[in-house]
């Protein structure tokens, strides 16, 4: 069962609009949490970075959340824009192994006109 | 910012043939660099971890002697895909860790590899 499970798998909004990805870990114990940006055919880019004691950062019009208790993170996206179509991954490294990554399966997003 | 260059962004290859590919660390060294596959539509799949002047660690399902590394200095990986077939193809994707803000690892990407073979 994959420990980082990411919700909704796809999400499709108009432009201009805001939306908040949602990111579920059972990884343990907790180093940090990273979201990405995976434009199509592009490599992951890292929007954000959290580590247990913060909760929450901003990265322009994203916002990442971080409930290090209930092990949760989001992803709030503001004024979206078609440049925005793109899938985000959550990604969550386990305490003193930060070489062990756990991958999102990802929410693909498309922003339409 | 740390960056990752991969190289080729994409190849077309017949049957049967081998496809290397580089992962470079621009900047900074990296000890370890991390290979991933990608299907359409799928999230990243980690293969193998690369370890610089060592063997790399693959993971479970992954065959070693198809997928070949080498990571023979502290700046570039390569991958390579031997007597690739047509389920070979896909996105493979590279990755450095690096030392960031409050200690924890950032995480560079490559652009990934768009492999297609005939």
């Known amino acids: 069962k994959n420990q980082v499970e990411q919700s909704p798998q796809s999400l499709i909004i108009l432009e201009g609009k805001n939306c908040t990805l949602q990111?579920?870990?059972?990884?343990?114990?907790?180093?940090?949490l990273r979201w990405y940006k995976q434009d199509t055919g592009r490599g992951p880019v890292s929007l954000t970075i959290?580590?247990?004691?913060?909760n929450t950062k901003s990265n322009g019009r994203y916002t990442a959340t971080l409930d290090a208790d209930t092990k949760q993170s989001s992803l709030h996206i503001t004024a979206s824009q078609l440049s925005d179509s793109a899938s985000y991954i959550c990604?969550?490294?386990?305490?003193?192994?930060?070489?062990?990554?756990?991958f999102g399966a990802g929410t693909r997003l498309t922003v339409k006109p | 910012g740390a960056v990752v260059s991969q190289h080729p962004s994409w190849v077309i290859c017949k049957s049967g043939t081998s496809v290397k590919i580089e992962c470079r660390s621009l900047?900074?060294?990296?000890?370890?660099m991390f290979w991933y596959r990608q299907f359409p539509k799928q999230s990243l799949m980690l293969m193998a971890t690369?370890?610089?002047?060592?063997?790399?660690?693959?993971e479970q399902g992954v065959e070693k002697d198809k997928f070949l590394i080498n990571h023979a200095s502290l700046t570039l990986s390569t991958l390579t895909v031997t007597s690739a077939h047509p389920e070979d193809s896909s996105f493979y994707i590279c990755?450095?860790?690096?030392?960031?803000?409050?200690?924890?690892?950032?995480?560079?990407f490559g652009a990934g590899s768009r492999l297609t073979v005939l």
């Open positions: 990755s450095a860790p690096g030392s960031g803000v409050s200690g924890a690892n950032v995480l560079t």
């Open positions: 990604v969550v490294s386990a305490r003193d192994n930060n070489n062990d990554m756990r």
């Open positions: 959290m580590t247990f004691s913060e």
């Open positions: 990111c579920n870990y059972t990884v343990s114990p907790f180093s940090n």
């Open positions: 900047d900074f060294q990296a000890t370890t």
């Open positions: 690369s370890n610089e002047g060592s063997k790399a660690t693959y």
